[in-house]
């Protein structure tokens, strides 16, 4: 079988937008880490798409250099043997004092190459601009990014400044290191259309190639776009300089995604409003071929086949990544790798694989033009502070050490799935991955779900059908975890990868007097469990509770507070965690708290909501204070942390504080409900509970299981169009707005 070369990439991305830079590397907080080296040298890389950005070494000034920062990183990779692929610019407009309309770009541009080269002239590989073609898109055409133009003659100003710019830098490069390699990266995907619009996908599928074309010297007279290209402003001196002159790449880098073939379509009411855009002859929708029911995307095998087939030059994937649920980025990255793997065998000239983001990366939903904070993890999860490896970065190793592959992986990513349809829309079941998945040779193993009546555990069957993570989810009749035989009967029919156990005794005043049956269900119960699971190789995730705190600390508890519970139920979920963790330490204990979900209307959230609708009294404790948990995010991380085999005590709940009170009045205020003259505020002692409640169980973390606020999953619950809380409109009307809203956010 023949190699790939495993490569890995830093999303180093300083766009500009406006007079503010965005800067990935600061976000991701590797500007301060050179530690994250040694990381990515344990996946095994051989080489690393590396930044040595323009905008950081010489912010101010063309003549004025501090390569400090960059000097320490790749001495670092030279010892650590990973060969950097250097980049110069990424899908930057270079310092303040220039722009990609600026007719001296390529001139500066190449002067601080020379500059770099000069520093670094051991540097074999440069990449010194990422993705021309993409960024004269995004910053002259469609003006999301500086100098935020948008017409065509920008557009091939912008772009015909980054071609002329990489071949004068590789020129001044090659002055200092005659053998400096150019790696051009750059997106390539496919347009699919309508009959209607094949004119329009046929120019695009023509420029899509452009960034490699004019760089081999490729756009004479006979190319395609010739004439659109002198329409637009090119000259033709300059064009058939670039054809006379050509600075081919050693090696072409195809960044692709499941969203880089698109679909055109003129029916744009089959379509949301955001997707509409026209070309001066037609009005039409440009979305995700993926997601259009009518177009076959050709895959990245076909992609990166093309790519050989054109160039006839090395080929390799420049960055694989998506930003998703766990299983569905560890299912691209190998769908990427085994049909790199595969062309290779078939002789194709395909040489390498980027793990892109490795760290993740921040904003790409909206485009990188607003600073939200909004997170993709990557090879590893940085929202601790400090990369945590993922279930990717196994995957990784993987490839490269001959490792097993993850069970999940047996099942296809969304994209190849029925459910990657959204248009036209259509009422269609979710795909369902339950029990008639009986364990044979030609099924996928399962997880098994234990609590089947319970609010939990039916989220966690939801969440797996969408997900596309076969499971069985039992009840207690077929699996009761409080008889050992019962549980090693359920383990040997099904054989599954993980447990995921959602039953228990979860009644917290009966256990005051039902302490007998508190303990069995929750402490005894999940030990078992842990004990099986230990004994066949299973992973285990079972939960607490924040009431195993006695509410003394001031703050938000973490993980490695010590418990002290006021109450039966709490005790039992205390000693729960003590004996499972010591039955099993790989198992993975989730405390959580206060659970609302749009599945379930047996919550404090919905009572409140429903009482306030009605104009109905609604009393709630103002001196407890708790942290709630949307059941959606508390089950999507937990699989998230079961499929990267973490393990240990960790908190999951959203981010905040908030007494019961607070709770009702905060709903209320994002639902737009009155609740003034409602709610009624008042002592937790005044309920006369028979178990004690601590005064305060409000949850943090230090680990990297940051859930979004609560605010935040308040709104997704009452937009989730499941539940109407409203009495006077029908609930069809009610769900038909909460989808527009949902659009509009």
């Not at 071609?163 to 997106?187: E, F, H």
């Not at 998945?437 to 779900?449: E, G, V």
Request: with cysteine; net charge negative.
């Amino acid at each position: 079988m023949a190699d790939i070369n495993l490569w890995g990439g830093v999303e180093c991305t300083v766009n500009r937008v406006g007079d503010q830079y965005f800067d990935q590397l600061a976000q991701s907080g590797h500007d301060h880490r050179v530690a994250d080296l040694d990381l990515f040298a344990d996946l095994g890389l051989q080489k690393i798409r590396y930044p040595v950005l323009w905008e950081h070494v010489a912010p101010e000034a063309p003549d004025q250099f501090d390569f400090t920062w960059a000097q320490e990183r790749l001495e670092r990779l030279r010892e650590l043997n990973i060969n950097p692929i250097v980049g110069l610019l990424h899908h930057g407009s270079g310092p303040h004092y220039t722009n990609l309309l600026d007719p001296d770009f390529p001139e500066k541009f190449a002067s601080y190459a020379k500059a770099v080269a000069t520093q670094f002239p051991w540097v074999t590989n440069y990449t010194p601009i990422n993705e021309p073609l993409t960024t004269a898109r995004f910053s002259a055409l469609y003006g999301l990014w500086y100098p935020h133009h948008r017409s065509d003659a920008s557009f091939v100003t912008a772009l015909l400044n980054q071609i002329k710019g990489t071949r004068l830098a590789m020129a001044a490069i090659r002055q200092i290191n005659p053998a400096a390699q150019l790696v051009q990266t750059d997106d390539l995907g496919y347009s699919h259309s309508t009959s209607t619009l094949e004119y329009q996908a046929d120019f695009e599928n023509h420029r899509r190639w452009l960034t490699w074309d004019l760089l081999s010297g490729k756009v004479d007279e006979q190319h395609p776009l010739w004439e659109y290209l002198v329409t637009a402003g090119a000259s033709i001196d300059e064009l058939l300089e670039l054809v006379a002159n050509p600075c081919p790449p050693d090696i072409i880098g195809v960044n692709y995604y499941v969203t880089s073939e698109r679909y055109l379509d003129e029916r744009i009411t089959d379509y949301p409003l955001h997707t509409h855009g026209n070309n001066q002859q037609h009005r039409y929708a440009d979305v995700e071929a993926v997601r259009v029911s009518a177009a076959t995307p050709l895959g990245v095998k076909t992609i990166l086949e093309q790519a050989c087939d054109r160039y006839q030059l090395p080929v390799a994937i420049t960055e694989a990544h998506l930003g998703c649920t766990r299983e569905e980025q560890i299912r691209w990255l190998a769908e990427v790798w085994d049909s790199a793997l595969c062309l290779r065998n078939e002789g194709k000239n395909v040489i390498a694989v980027t793990a892109w983001s490795l760290l993740g990366s921040f904003d790409w939903n909206s485009l990188l033009t607003q600073q939200r904070g909004f997170y993709e993890p990557g090879i590893f999860d940085i929202r601790s502070g400090e990369p945590a490896p993922t279930a990717a970065a196994q995957l990784l190793k993987s490839f490269t050490f001959s490792e097993e592959r993850h069970a999940v992986l047996q099942v296809d990513g969304w994209w190849k799935r029925a459910c990657r349809s959204l248009f036209p829309q259509q009422e269609e079941e979710p795909e369902n991955f339950h029990q008639c998945l009986l364990p044979d040779m030609k099924t996928p193993q399962p997880l098994i779900i234990t609590g089947a009546t319970g609010t939990l555990g039916r989220a966690f069957a939801r969440l797996c059908s969408l997900r596309g993570i076969p499971y069985v989810l039992l009840n207690r009749q077929e699996l009761d975890i409080t008889q050992p035989e019962s549980i090693e009967s359920a383990l040997e029919k099904y054989q599954p990868w993980g447990v995921v156990n959602c039953a228990g005794y979860v009644r917290v005043d009966d256990a005051e007097k039902e302490s007998d049956a508190c303990l069995l269900a929750n402490a005894q119960g999940p030990t078992n469990l842990a004990h099986a699971c230990r004994m066949k190789g299973i992973q285990l995730a079972t939960f607490s509770s924040d009431l195993v705190f006695d509410g003394q600390k001031e703050g938000a508890y973490l993980e490695h507070d010590p418990p002290n519970p006021l109450n039966v139920y709490g005790q039992s979920k205390a000693l729960a965690e003590e004996q499972v963790l010591a039955a099993m330490p790989t198992a993975l204990v989730i405390r959580t708290s206060a659970f609302f979900g749009p599945w379930d209307q047996h919550n404090f959230v919905f009572y409140a909501l429903r009482a306030f609708a009605h104009g109905e009294e609604f009393t709630a404790a103002q001196d407890t204070f708790i942290t709630p948990t949307y059941v959606p995010d508390l089950v999507n991380t937990t699989l998230d942390l079961l499929i990267d085999q973490e393990h240990g005590l960790w908190h999951v709940a959203n981010t905040g504080a908030y007494s019961w009170a607070d709770l009702a009045e905060t709903a209320a205020r994002i639902a737009g409900l009155p609740f003034e003259p409602y709610l009624k505020r008042v002592a937790q002692a005044e309920f006369g509970l028979p178990a004690r409640r601590p005064v305060n169980t409000a949850l943090g973390t230090a680990k990297r299981a940051i859930l979004p606020t609560v605010e935040d999953a308040l709104q997704r619950f009452l937009y989730a169009g499941e539940i109407s809380f409203r009495p006077d409109i029908h609930h069809a009307q009610a769900q038909e707005e909460a989808t527009f809203l949902a659009a509009q956010a």
